[in-house]
């Protein structure tokens, strides 16, 4: 049950009801009521502005309004106080009996608590990676890869139908400069002196195995030859053995794509030619000549026939640029044409997931996905921002197989993939983000993966020595959900039980904003509490959660650990880690 949803839908009921028998208008728009936690714990358990947002349509004052709700609200049977806070709030006050039974819907839902119907089985296509198939993946890769792979499990967790996509850029000047630096190892790998890198070309020691395998499968088939001949082959080659590369590194940190889209199977199936030819028919192409760039000083600037897109049509700062002045396509071209592929599959909803150095990209494809939809889709695209690998505070130094940046692989070598799962989510994926080798394997609080593990092996601990004090007790959730729970009467047990019902309402909005951060945050939180309240029975042997020769209040406890383990566990499944039992 999402509690806040809940007593949403009960407010409406009530205005309902009075809109029925006449005390208040038919018909209101009941949008914008909502039910949350208010801004401060002692002022309640739940608030809603319904008063407020609903008297002006009414013709009431927002205080008369809230007199009315209240009256109704508390002849509610779970509600045990209902009061007006400021000019029309409603502050409500649950019984302690309605939080226990939401402890049972923990306990019975198991790691399914959370699950919502959110999407209503709506597909969404998710974008997320999509490196340029010219090397192995680098951290800032990892983050954009986490955050896309925790956003489609966590719109699953929402019902949402998920299609996980990587584009493959392996079109353009990129993957022939791929090609040239393959070739040259290549070259290196039958006995030629190839000197220094050029410059320009890819320096990582990664492409010597490629170099190695075009020459083992190749033989000297391409030596001496002019680059006409070989460009294209060896271009082939070195993209399957990037993607391969690429693959196995995703697959290191746990992430699975269900499709691989290649930009250039689509440019060769004529797939720009025709989202061109459909936007042309709605006369939203043309020729022109854009001002010059802001920065620019008119000497800087050689104004020339473009063709252009209408982007401004649809919120765009500027026409854009469909044709490079050589009559090539522009990348944004290719990029209308495969949002116009993914919207005739069947999505309207699209979630691209890009690096930080994108943002300029934002404003012109939701124009584009807006014109070729006419309307009827969405795109929402998140920026990842930067992420600085640290050691002890300190930059950490380039890797020589890459050449240029720590590749993501030496990364999950060195921590694991579940730390860096969990440390990508953090922060907001629009902040920069430190990642400390030091710090993420610290084992204090500091570390939120520790603290978070730790929550959960600490309960299972606790559950180990309740099996060992009390044989005869059936700890499966589901016996532990129908024993004592009235005896849950600490006022921190219960709000560690408020704190568990919190989950639902946040997986939905973590959903429907697209922010699987959110979780990291709750977690941590739910964390904390967790060990606030271990670390009270250290003070006070009464508060311990087992308590020889009270099997009911011990069992009691044991459901509350239960119940709290489970959740951590079921944010831990969305975030792909695995919830620890034991921590050594």
């Given at each position: 049950m999402n509690v806040f949803k809940y007593f949403r839908n009960e407010v409406t009921k009530i205005v309902e009801e009075l809109?029925?028998?006449?005390?208040?208008?038919?018909?209101?728009?009941?949008?914008?009521?909502?039910a949350e936690p208010p801004r401060e714990a002692a002022h309640g358990d739940i608030s809603t502005n319904a008063a407020m947002v609903l008297a002006k349509p009414a013709g009431v004052k927002p205080r008369d309004l809230a007199l009315l709700?209240?009256?109704?609200?508390?002849?509610?049977?779970?509600?045990?106080?209902?009061?007006?806070?400021?000019?029309?709030?409603?502050?409500?006050?649950?019984?302690?009996?309605?939080?226990?039974?939401?402890?049972?819907?923990?306990?019975?839902?198991?790691?399914g608590?959370?699950?919502?119907?959110?999407?209503?089985?709506?597909?969404?296509?998710?974008?997320?990676?999509?490196?340029?198939?010219?090397?192995?993946?680098?951290?800032?890769?990892?983050?954009?890869a986490v955050f896309g792979d925790v956003l489609a499990a966590l719109l699953e967790k929402a019902g949402y139908k998920v299609a996980r996509e990587y584009y493959i850029n392996d079109a353009g000047a990129q993957v022939d400069v791929l090609a040239r630096s393959t070739h040259l190892r290549y070259r290196e790998a039958l006995g030629e002196t190839i000197g220094?890198?050029?410059?320009?070309?890819?320096?990582?020691?990664?492409?010597?195995?490629?170099?190695?395998?075009?020459?083992?499968?190749?033989?000297v088939r391409w030596q001496g030859r002019p680059e006409s001949e070989w460009l294209a082959p060896v271009r082939d080659f070195a993209i399957d053995a990037m993607m391969v590369l690429i693959r196995a590194d995703l697959e290191a940190l746990g992430v699975?794509?269900?499709?691989?889209?290649?930009?250039?199977?689509?440019?060769?199936?004529?797939?720009?030619?025709?989202?061109?030819?459909?936007?042309?028919?709605?006369?939203?192409?043309?020729?022109?000549?854009?001002?010059?760039?802001?920065?620019?000083?008119?000497?800087?600037?050689?104004?020339?026939?473009?063709t252009l897109f209408r982007?401004?049509?649809?919120?765009?700062?500027?026409?854009?640029?469909?044709?490079?002045?050589?009559?090539?396509?522009?990348?944004?071209?290719?990029?209308?044409?495969?949002?116009?592929?993914?919207?005739?599959?069947?999505?309207?909803?699209?979630?691209?997931?890009?690096?930080?150095?994108?943002f300029g990209y934002i404003k012109r494809m939701q124009a584009a996905v807006k014109a070729l939809s006419e309307g009827k889709a969405e795109l929402d695209v998140k920026i990842c921002q930067l992420v600085n690998l640290l050691d002890r505070g300190e930059p950490v130094k380039m890797s020589k197989r890459s050449g240029t940046f720590i590749t993501l692989r030496e990364v999950i070598d060195r921590v694991g993939k579940d730390v860096v799962r969990f440390i990508m989510l953090t922060r907001r994926n629009d902040q920069s983000l430190d990642f400390d080798f030091a710090k993420v394997q610290e084992k204090t609080r500091d570390n939120p993966v520790f603290y978070v593990q730790y929550a959960h092996a600490r309960a299972h601990s606790v559950l180990r020595h309740g099996r060992?004090?009390?044989?005869?007790?059936?700890?499966?959730?589901?016996?532990?959900?129908?024993?004592?729970?009235?005896?849950?009467?600490?006022?921190?047990?219960?709000?560690?039980?408020?704190?568990?019902?919190?989950?639902?309402?946040?997986?939905?909005?973590?959903?429907?904003?697209?922010?699987p951060h959110r979780l990291a945050f709750y977690l941590y939180e739910l964390a904390a509490e967790f060990h606030a309240l271990w670390n009270r029975g250290n003070e006070d042997a009464t508060l311990r959660f087992l308590i020889p020769g009270d099997a009911d209040l011990s069992a009691a406890r044991l459901a509350l650990l239960s119940g709290m383990a489970g959740v951590i566990a079921s944010g831990l499944k969305v975030f792909g880690v695995e919830p620890l039992e034991e921590m050594r």
């Open positions: 809109a029925a028998a006449g005390t208040l208008p038919a018909g209101l728009d009941l949008s914008r009521v909502a709700l209240v009256e109704r609200l508390k002849a509610h049977p779970e509600v045990t106080a209902a009061d007006i806070a400021g000019p029309g709030f409603i502050n409500l006050r649950l019984a302690d009996r309605f939080w226990r039974a939401r402890l049972v819907d923990v306990l019975t839902a198991g790691l608590y959370g699950d919502s119907e959110l999407g209503q089985g709506r597909a969404v296509n998710v974008e997320y990676v999509s490196a340029n198939p010219t090397g192995p993946l680098h951290v800032g890769h990892g983050r954009g220094v890198i050029p410059e320009g070309f890819y320096p990582g020691d990664y492409l010597k195995e490629v170099g190695a395998a075009l020459a083992a499968r190749d033989g699975r794509h269900a499709v691989f889209s290649s930009e250039r199977a689509m440019i060769a199936a004529g797939g720009v030619e025709a989202v061109l030819s459909f936007l042309e028919g709605k006369g939203l192409i043309y020729v022109g000549t854009l001002e010059p760039p802001k920065g620019k000083t008119p000497e800087d600037w050689e104004p020339r026939p473009q982007a401004t049509d649809f919120g765009d700062d500027v026409d854009r640029p469909l044709k490079k002045s050589d009559g090539s396509w522009t990348y944004f071209a290719g990029d209308i044409a495969y949002h116009f592929d993914k919207y005739r599959r069947g999505f309207n909803a699209m979630i691209d997931v890009l690096g930080a150095d994108h060992e004090a009390f044989p005869n007790l059936d700890q499966t959730p589901a016996a532990l959900a129908r024993g004592p729970l009235d005896r849950l009467s600490d006022p921190a047990e219960l709000a560690l039980i408020r704190s568990l019902a919190a989950w639902p309402r946040t997986v939905e909005g973590a959903a429907e904003a697209h922010e």
